[in-house]
């Protein structure tokens, strides 16, 4: 046996250990078309290697494909992205605006999500309106770097590739060929894939003990209520990004889905919890609380107990992300497809990492997601969870002639950028609320969509709730 065949020999062995131990989910679609010359090689070893799928690991170029026309006629499901790279004046907490850039009018951009093996054809059209050239470096992808190049104003790029690897990955900006990269994702031109695995997501076990020592395992189904949570810094002088500080990471701002305490309580929440809305629920958290802000209010996340929740998170910064939620317990963290933990208390992202945390709020109650270094706690990495009914609000809720509700989602609906598109094992939101960093343009197609303004539609409920509580005697 020559050198050659014993390398692939082992390679099989390991592979067929492999498949055999965990099972093989390459198939034969994956392996057909390949222009090998089997003259030169070991006939068995080569049936071995297409028994497991094993192909992939001596030949990984030919999953490096960016020609859509043989992507797009393999029979794979194909999905078309398209983005556009716009720079826009986005406001800041203070009331000031800053300059950013976007993909597509939202930072962050919008999200992608299709299924392992699935074909992403992903389109980067720059207007001619815009100053600079852009690309998109998107991390779920295994093809030449080339294919980022940067694209000129009034220019469009496409390319393809096979979305092999389950989990979430971030996309990006790739400057002007890398020139001032740093510039135009901190500025706002980053967003995520979601690759669900092929064989779909896995169900969560939680341990429970029973008090006299023995533990009880208890199974929720795969499917999930689902949140996306991108965290990432803005470095900022006079509304500008200044390098000088990101390379002394001296940030502005922490934002999670492009902003700075996003999800926090509002006068609405302050109307229904405390009867009035200028008496504020938390003093210190309510950083955006009034009309006047509309799409970029504080909104809560709402969700049931005993309902599994599944969290997409990407660090799509420059700082680290020690992930926490203050009062709960992560049940379950899987990075790529693989799980890494569970039942843990906090859990660390570096830079352009991402993870799926999986859990079940049990008790009713607010719970705080934060980054736990407390300077991104301080300046905006906080996102409040409300589980089920803390507050007893379900007896207005059914003094306003509906039925009792198992969280206020179904009320007041969970923030449209804190929600990913829908997979193969998620639980719909009952509503969506408009909330992000959006441009008009954005907002116009998320209301025709069927999100909710409550900027516009709360005033109008406020004379009935008002009405409901006096009667319950609560104000
Ligand atoms: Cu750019």
Redesign the pocket.
Known sequence: MNKKTSMLFTIAAVAVMGATLFGSTYTNTQISGQALDINKMDVEVLEKIHQMGGLQLVMPQAFAETDCGVLESSGRTVHDFQLT?ESHEMPLLNGETYNA?TFSGQVPGPTLRVTQGDVVKMTLTIPSTEM????NDMHASQITAGAFE?VNPGESTTYCYIAESAGIFKYH????KLA??D???L?G?YGIAIVDPANGYKKLMVEKTSGSGELDRKFYDADALEFQLQYNQLYLTDGNYDMGKMMSHQNTATVVNGMQFGYVPNMAHNLLVMGDPEKKISAVLQARDGLDLEETQGQLLFVENDQHVRIFIENQGNEPVFFHIVGEILDRITQGNRVQSAATETWLLGGSQGMIVDLVFDEPGVYAAVNHDYAAIYSGAVTVFVAGDPFNLNPIVEGLGMDAVPSYAYVLGNPSDAVPPMGQNSIAHPALNIHGMYTDEVISDLKADGAIPLWEVVPELAGPIIEVMTDLGRI
């Open positions: 790279g850039m600079v050239g852009h690309g940067s900006c790739s400057g002007v001032a990269m510039q135009h994702v500025s031109m």
